[in-house]
């Protein structure tokens, strides 16, 4: 008996690198975001082929994700987009991670611990230019920078920042985070006498502004295919992770007939009902109960009833024809049809970005153009 399995399709994958650098200037490189074990598509294996397509840089969120991603691609840049300590330093130095340096204090501590081991760490400094999350507020930041430019154990080599919110219908915020990022990285090149490496945009704001892309993007989501389907956007990707599971029973059951934990779906005639081997504890959200749909002969085939935690029930139609070891997919394409993540996170009032993190790890990741 099988679980359900998510299939990544690695060309598809190299067709969306294209299209993404085909937009960019060739002084620009792609930063591929590939934490959280790529967006649940496995991070060993995409960091690989992106590294094959001429991707020279990833990012990641913890020292265990860059160490993984440094076996898939030993020539890359790897920076830390997450805050290391003192303690993460020899790790980082060993596997030529670049942390990111958020406040003083930190730079100050990565500064000593890699000063103590006689050696100098590689760091970009990251600035909030209004996101309110990580990095040294703007108001401060060329001071700081300054002061930090000083110790022996860092070598600032780059400076970050990230945008909160990309509109174009309402991009004054945005704007604002740009011009603040410019006039800030001028006066500390202006100061340190020498260009740092500059990167700002993830997806959104790349596909938008073109200038903004400075000397790399951030992109995750659009080399996974999402985000780019609104008509302003510079570059279309399209998916590359399906996720596939098998029928496990097939009923006929009378009109009236109440389907799973507390009946909240009835038969309005007689049909057939399938049961499919995947549940929320394999990140099929609950909230897709009598909301979602999977593919089975190549239709939409609604999900009746709640979700449970290792099934689901669709409802298939009398006369189906659809048999125990049938193929369904929960997020992909079969024949004409198509159901993705973002479909999905609608129904769930959420966003792709969870919809594909929610994956159970544990499911057979498979891939095809490996
Ligand atoms: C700092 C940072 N940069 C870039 C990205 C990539 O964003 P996206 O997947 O929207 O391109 C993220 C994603 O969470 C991030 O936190």
């Known amino acids: ?41 496995g991070a060993v294996p995409v960091a690989r082929k992106a590294a094959a397509c001429g991707v020279k840089w990833f990012a990641v969120a913890f020292p265990d994700e860059a160490v993984e991603v440094r076996r898939a691609a030993p020539e890359a840049e790897l920076l830390l987009l997450g805050v290391a300590a003192a303690e993460d330093v020899p790790a980082l130095l060993e596997h030529r991670i670049i942390p990111i340096v958020v406040d003083e204090e930190q730079g100050r501590e990565l500064a000593a611990a890699a000063a103590d081991r006689g050696r100098r760490l590689p760091v970009h400094v990251k600035v909030d230019t209004g996101m309110g999350r990580l990095g040294i507020p703007w108001t401060d930041a060329y001071e700081v920078i300054c002061r930090l430019a000083d110790q022996p154990g860092i070598e600032i080599t780059g400076l970050c920042s990230h945008f909160a919110k990309v509109e174009p219908d309402d991009e004054e915020q945005a704007r604002e985070q740009a011009e603040r990022f410019f006039s800030i990285s001028r006066q500390v090149e202006e100061e340190l006498g020498r260009k740092l490496f500059k990167h700002m945009s993830s997806s959104r704001a790349f596909l938008y502004r073109r200038e903004w892309d400075l000397d790399g993007i951030r992109p995750g989501i659009a080399l996974y295919g999402y985000g780019t389907g609104e008509a302003w956007v510079r570059a279309r990707t399209r998916p590359i992770l399906s996720w596939k599971a098998e029928v496990i029973q097939v009923k006929r059951l009378p009109a009236g007939h109440p389907i799973g934990y507390y009946g909240t ?17 394999d990140g099929y959200l609950r909230m897709l109960s009598n909301r ?79």
């Open 1 to 41: 008996m099988r679980r359900s399995w998510v299939e990544v399709d690695l060309n598809a994958l190299a067709e969306n690198i294209r299209a993404i650098r085909a937009g960019l200037s060739p002084r620009t490189e792609i930063i591929f975001v590939v934490k959280a074990d790529a967006y649940g598509h």
């Open 265 to 281: 779906y009835r038969t309005r005639h007689e049909t057939e009902i399938a049961v499919i081997a995947a549940g929320y504890a």
């Open 292 to 370: 979602g749909a999977v593919l089975i002969h190549g239709r939409r085939c609604p999900v009746v009833g709640r979700v449970s935690m290792n099934w689901i029930t669709v409802e298939v139609g009398p006369g189906s024809g659809v048999r125990r070891g049938d193929e369904a997919v929960l997020i992909g394409r079969q024949g004409e049809e198509e159901i993705w993540a973002d479909e999905l996170a609608t129904l769930c009032r959420t966003i792709p970005y969870e919809i594909l993190t929610e994956i159970d790890p544990r499911l057979e990741l498979r891939y095809l153009g490996a």
